[in-house]
């Protein structure tokens, strides 16, 4: 048996450029090449190269490399979202706050309104034996509210928009709204345990307490990277990878995705500080090309469309019940 070692020299160079490949292709039919990267996962998962070719599919990929492609593609994510929470224009945002929280509010009402209508509809049909209607309405409901950040970041900065007022919108809206799901998750979890709901209340004020500490910590922020920036800049980036994935743990513990930590590094960090910006091009030089794409092929190579079939056989009936549950929630 191979050692994980030799799993990720193998793996990790033929996903990369694979995505490569299929970034170029997304650029050519005008779509960003997140959506190219996207469908490599599924063209090398077992969807379509484990079907074709099942032995070098399972040879060139298989089933023990992917949590360490994962946990790669992973760390990679926060280290791009902590260059994304950089290029956001803070004063910006402070001046139109109370449109972002009025589009963040919307973002996150309407889909969780909708949501709890089709949740309904498909409860009679779709819920697992033993699950009370509340939980499953609130999961279905709090699921299709819930933001895809790191794809809405990846096809901003792909398109050149992340450093315009309109990028440094939409990733306010979508933040804010990532982070209210995410305790929103919570808050049903713990109704389908034995937790308490107020659990979803505890991590948003620890989150919002968090956020004010690092707030407060700014200048103290500024005068220790200035200082490390006179030693040298590689204590600059260590400083700052050692901070982004401090701050991904602490919100993680908090209850909220540790991506959320990484982006709201980025955002506190003090700007105009040179020695900031050198460290993050050069992370960004290697990190963004190289191993953020496993992180956007994760899903698909775990992904087994083939199996889809089975569950059609029932559709039709699927249908009409659908239909019944729809006319009684009218």
């Known amino acids: 048996m191979s050692s994980p070692l030799a799993l990720v020299l193998v793996a990790v160079p033929m996903v990369v450029l694979a995505c ?13 090449p997140v959506i190219g990267e996207m469908a490599v996962g599924i063209l090398l998962g077992p969807s379509l190269l484990g079907w074709l070719a099942p032995d070098p599919q399972q040879l060139l990929l298989p089933p023990a490399v992917l949590p360490y492609t994962s946990m790669l593609g992973n760390l990679a994510l926060l280290v791009f979202l902590f260059l994304i929470g950089l290029e956001l224009d803070l004063s910006f945002l402070r001046a139109t706050r109370r449109a972002v929280a009025s589009v963040a ?7 969780l309104a909708l949501g709890t209508a089709l949740a309904l509809a498909m409860y009679p049909t779709f819920a697992p034996p033993g699950v009370q209607q509340l939980t499953f309405v609130l ?23 992340v450093a315009t007022p309109l ?8 933040a804010t709204d990532d982070a209210l799901a995410w305790c929103l998750l919570i808050a049903v979890t713990s109704l389908a345990t034995t937790g308490s ?17 690092l707030t407060a910590a700014r200048p103290l922020m500024k005068r220790t990277l200035e200082r490390a920036a006179r030693t040298s800049d590689n204590l600059v980036t260590v400083l700052l990878v050692a ?24 955002a506190i960090l003090p700007r105009g500080v040179p020695a900031i910006d050198r460290s993050a091009a ?38 009409r019940r659908w239909r019944t549950g729809l006319r009684n929630v009218g």
């Open 167 to 174: 990028g440094t919108f939409a990733l306010a809206c979508a």
């Open 139 to 161: 999961f279905v409901a709090t699921a299709l509210s819930i933001t895809a950040f790191p794809v809405l970041a990846r096809i901003l900065i792909d398109k050149g928009l």
């Open 20 to 32: 490569q490949a299929g970034g170029w292709a997304a650029r050519r039919l005008s779509q960003p």
């Open 243 to 266: 901070g982004l994935l401090q701050t991904a743990w602490a919100t993680d513990r908090i209850g909220v995705h540790p991506a959320f930590g990484a982006f709201l590094f980025g």
């Open 105 to 111: 509010a919307g973002g996150l009402l309407v889909p």
């Open 282 to 319: 050069r992370l960004q030089a290697v990190v963004v090309p190289v191993l953020l794409p496993l992180f956007f092929v994760d899903i698909g190579l775990r992904t087994d469309l083939a199996a889809l079939p089975a569950g059609q056989r029932n559709w039709p009936g699927q249908q």
């Open 197 to 213: 709901p107020l659990d979803a209340f505890t991590a948003l004020a620890l989150a919002a307490a968090f956020t004010s500490l």
